[in-house]
């Protein structure tokens, strides 16, 4: 079968994009490497508000009204698909089940999210530390908690939120904040047991390192597409236009892919991406177009801004 858009990612901007896609018209296919949709929203247990002016609702409950919603416009999924490549005329190479096959869409949206910042310190490769995102995946996903103490590492919301998952999975949390690399030191052997901070030591079972995400724009930037750098926006993020689009025709990038943000903004760009691969295939007009964009709120507006304003960041090759 011929797929006129396919979306990379089950997140809350790839279920957005899909969505609005195929109730233009389109027929739209949906990669996600894990064994089901909904991304950050599957270990997520805090209540989030998906839109200006809409209630707080269960991270899980949100994910399967995306779901239910892009499967009533004709969506088709395929999870358990890794999309290991993005070459010339937006082609992909998916794995599945070990095996590679290559779809080539009309317009490819690439939302993959992102990923945990790294902060490196002595031990910290030790058994029990573990990424933000990870222990919340052990915590609320599988619902396994590796210990009774914890120390986070970072100050920011991720931070906050995953300190809250912490004591509602019944943990405490001993130690939370930041310092600098030198500062921290992971005690243990075949798991930690202690964490330095200074002078100042902390019993613990387990470490979070929680000091933020940077956006995943790996597919974008091997089709082609150029890397600009926003601190705001989490760092290296592909350079796109106001409508979410890459210098690669037919490709484009949408929510934490192109620079982190809420869900809201996520869901929003999401939108805005899928309307804008129906409108590449004559589904939709630009008035269309024009019409989801405006509709975002204020957050999508600051991120279209915000990108349109930067530069590309120049490569040098090795002499």
């Known amino acids: 079968m011929t797929y006129q858009v396919a979306v990379v990612g089950a997140g809350p901007a790839g279920l957005a994009a899909a969505s609005e896609a195929a109730a233009a018209g389109a027929f739209v296919l949906v990669l996600e490497e894990r064994s089901e949709p909904g991304g950050r929203l599957r270990h997520r247990v805090q209540p989030i508000v998906a839109a200006i002016g809409a209630n707080a609702e269960r991270p899980d409950q949100l994910a399967a009204r995306l779901v239910d919603g892009a499967l009533a ?15 010339a005329g937006n082609e992909l190479l998916v794995i599945e089940e070990g095996l590679g096959v290559r779809i080539t869409p009309d317009a490819l949206i690439v939302a993959s999210g992102s990923t945990d910042l790294p902060y490196p310190f002595p031990g910290a490769t030790f058994p029990g530390v573990f990424s933000g995102r990870g222990l919340q995946i052990l915590l609320n996903q599988h619902r396994v908690r590796p210990g009774l103490r914890f120390a986070v590492i970072g100050g920011g919301a991720e931070a906050e939120e995953l300190a809250v998952d912490i004591m509602l999975a019944g943990g405490e949390v001993v130690w939370s904040g930041i310092a600098p690399a030198p500062f921290l030191r992971a005690h243990g052997e075949r798991g930690v047991h202690r964490l330095t901070v200074g002078q100042d030591a902390y019993v613990v079972d387990a470490i979070a390192i929680a000091v933020g995400r940077q ?15 926003s601190a705001e926006l989490g760092g290296l993020i592909p350079q796109i236009d106001e409508c979410l689009r890459s210098p690669v025709a037919g490709l484009c990038v949408a929510g934490s892919a192109a620079g982190v943000g809420s869900v809201a903004a996520s869901l929003a760009e999401g939108r805005l991406a899928g309307i804008v691969a129906a409108a590449s295939l004559g589904l939709a007009t630009s008035e269309d177009v024009a019409a989801v964009r405006s509709a975002g709120g204020p957050e999508l507006a600051w991120r279209i801004a915000t990108r349109t304003s930067l530069r590309t960041v120049s490569v040098q090759p090795y002499e």
Do not use: K, S
Request: charged share 15%.
């Open 73 to 87: 416009a004709g969506v088709e999924f395929r999870t358990d698909a890794t999309v290991a490549g993005c070459f």
């Open 215 to 229: 956006p995943d724009p790996a597919l974008a930037t091997m089709a082609g597409t150029p890397l600009a750098f």
